[in-house]
């Protein structure tokens, strides 16, 4: 089976770092993605690790340790647009590419 | 380039009813998805499919079903409606041959069961 766990909510401020958790429980692991939301759209493709360290990509990036089943998402310089939720999601060792997605961090940016 | 199409957009069912949630892609991706979307949840795989002719179920299949004869439409039927299905659908698409590509989505459908 697989358990993905990311923390329900998190508030930053404008301008500040957030790092936002995920572990995950896998019966077979070939990647871990981030995905973001905004309200009432559909999730777009953030990042993708499966190597153990981080990917860089502008003011977002991404860390993975496989041994520990745990991954972050750091995001810095925050925007007011940086609010959405923030979906961590595990591929499996099979061909389908089917992911399985954690149940999502809600973030909210203040002024 | 539409990417992924899905309508309708939004949907009101009666207990008991049923509907095709329709979903197309002009991307030539071999591989498709249905999740649902609960309320502040995340996404729950309902059923996927390989290419042409090949479906599996994912995590939540029970209450729908679904078909692939072409590789462009995964249309997702739902059988006897219950307010249980209540939720939003997103239809995805992956082209099947890089592993740090993401999914498509399409822009979902809100669909309310009463």
């Known amino acids: 089976g697989q358990n993905i766990d ?10 500040a770092i957030v790092q936002i958790n995920c572990t995950y429980q896998t019966s077979g692991f070939n990647g871990l993605f981030w995905y973001q939301q905004h309200a009432g759209e559909a999730p777009t493709f953030l990042s993708y690790n499966v190597l153990d360290g981080l ?19 750091l995001l810095k310089e925050l925007q007011m647009k940086d609010s959405a939720s923030y979906l961590c999601a595990v591929k499996g060792r ?18 | 380039n539409a990417g992924v199409t899905q309508t309708p957009k939004f949907r009101i069912l009666k ?14 991706h071999n591989y498709m998805y249905w999740y649902r979307q609960d309320p502040g949840m995340g996404l729950k795989l309902i059923y996927y499919s390989v290419g042409a002719g090949i479906t ?59």
């Open chain 2, 15 to 28: 207990i008991g009813q049923s509907m095709t949630l329709q979903c197309t892609q002009d991307m030539n």
């Open chain 1, 94 to 111: 099979d061909s389908s590419y089917k992911l399985i997605f954690g149940s999502g961090t809600r973030l909210l940016v203040r002024p």
């Open chain 1, 55 to 73: 990917e860089e990509k502008g003011r977002f990036s991404s860390f993975l340790s496989r041994s520990k089943g745990y991954s972050y998402l």
């Open chain 2, 56 to 114: 599996d179920k994912g995590e939540v299949p029970n209450g729908y079903n679904v078909s692939r004869s072409t590789t462009e439409d995964f249309p997702l039927r739902l059988e006897l409606a219950a307010p249980s299905q209540t939720s939003v659908y997103f239809c995805a698409s992956h082209p099947g041959t890089a592993f740090d590509y993401g999914y498509t989505f399409g822009s979902g459908t809100r669909l309310t069961v009463v």
């Open chain 1, 6 to 15: 990311q923390p329900t909510e998190m508030t930053a401020t404008e301008g």
